[in-house]
C-alpha cells in the first residue's frame, strides 16, 4: 500500500524558535500534499494544499507567514512553524495524494511549544 | 450546514456487535466516498473508499453509499477491542484543474469492551 513517512514524530522547542516538518511519499509520487493540525478530542483541520512545484493554497485564518509550506518535489513536503509559540503546539499530520480523490496520512507529528 | 455531519460519540459496544457508523453530506458534488480510521496518537489509515452508490465489503467492514439520500455508512461485524478508534469519514469533490477537495467529517470515537 501507499506510504506516507512523516518526521519527526515528536519535538519540543522552546518559543520563538522555528520547527521544520517533514512528510515524504516513500512508494508513490504526490501531486498534492495536504497539511492539517489536530486538537485533543477534535476532528482534523486543514491547513493548506499544495501541489508540487506551487505555492501551496491556505485554509482561511491560517497564517502563510507563520506556516511555510514548501512541496520542492513529487515526493517531499515541509511544513516549517516560524516563531513558534505555545498555542502552536498542537498535532500536525500531513497527507499525500497522488490521483487527488484519496490521501495517505503520515503518522503525525506531536509539537510541543515550551 | 455543514458539508459533511458525523455524531462524534462516543459509541461504546461489547465485543462481536454490529457497529454502525454514519455520515450525511449536502454536497452532491461529492463523488468518491472513504472511511478512515485514526488510533490515538496516530495519523488516519484508509479503511475503505467508494465511488458509485451500494455496498463494498472487505473482510468485516462493510461501506454502503445512498448518493440519493447524501447518507454513507460504515458496518463492522463480529468488533473486536482492536476496532476500538476514531472512524472518520471523507469524502471527494472536483475542486478545479486536476485537484480534487477531500472533507472530512469530525469522527466517531468507537470503543469496543471485551
Known amino acids: 500500500g501507499a506510504v506516507v513517512s512523516q518526521h519527526p514524530s515528536r519535538v519540543i522547542c522552546k518559543s520563538g524558535t522555528s520547527v521544520k516538518i517533514e512528510c515524504r511519499s516513500l512508494d508513490f509520487q504526490a501531486t498534492t500534499m495536504f497539511w492539517y493540525r489536530q486538537f485533543p478530542k477534535q476532528s482534523l483541520m486543514l491547513m493548506a494544499t499544495?501541489?508540487?512545484?506551487?505555492?501551496?493554497?491556505?485554509e482561511q485564518g491560517v497564517e502563510k507567514d507563520k506556516f511555510l509550506i514548501n512541496h520542492a518535489s513529487l515526493t517531499l513536503s515541509t511544513l516549517t512553524v516560524t516563531s513558534a509559540h505555545p498555542e502552536d503546539s498542537s498535532f500536525y499530520i500531513c497527507?499525500?495524494?497522488?490521483?487527488?480523490?484519496?490521501?495517505?496520512f503520515g503518522q503525525g507529528t506531536r509539537l510541543t511549544v515550551v | 450546514q455543514k458539508e459533511v455531519e458525523q455524531d462524534p460519540g462516543p459509541l461504546s459496544v461489547p465485543e462481536g456487535a454490529i457497529v454502525s457508523l454514519n455520515c450525511t453530506y449536502s454536497n452532491s458534488a461529492f463523488q468518491y466516498f472513504m472511511w478512515y480510521r485514526q488510533y490515538s496518537r496516530k495519523g488516519p489509515e484508509l479503511l475503505m473508499y467508494t465511488y458509485s452508490s451500494g455496498n463494498k465489503e472487505d473482510g468485516r467492514f462493510t461501506a454502503q453509499v445512498d448518493k440519493s439520500s447524501k447518507y454513507i455508512s460504515l458496518f463492522i461485524r463480529d468488533s473486536q477491542p482492536s476496532d476500538s478508534a476514531t472512524y472518520l469519514c471523507a469524502m471527494s469533490a472536483f475542486s478545479g484543474g486536476s485537484n480534487y477537495k477531500l472533507t472530512f467529517g469530525k469522527g466517531t470515537l468507537l470503543t469496543v469492551n471485551p
Open positions: 497527507s499525500a495524494s497522488m490521483t487527488g480523490v484519496t490521501a495517505f
Open positions: 499544495s501541489n508540487e512545484g506551487s505555492k501551496a493554497t491556505y
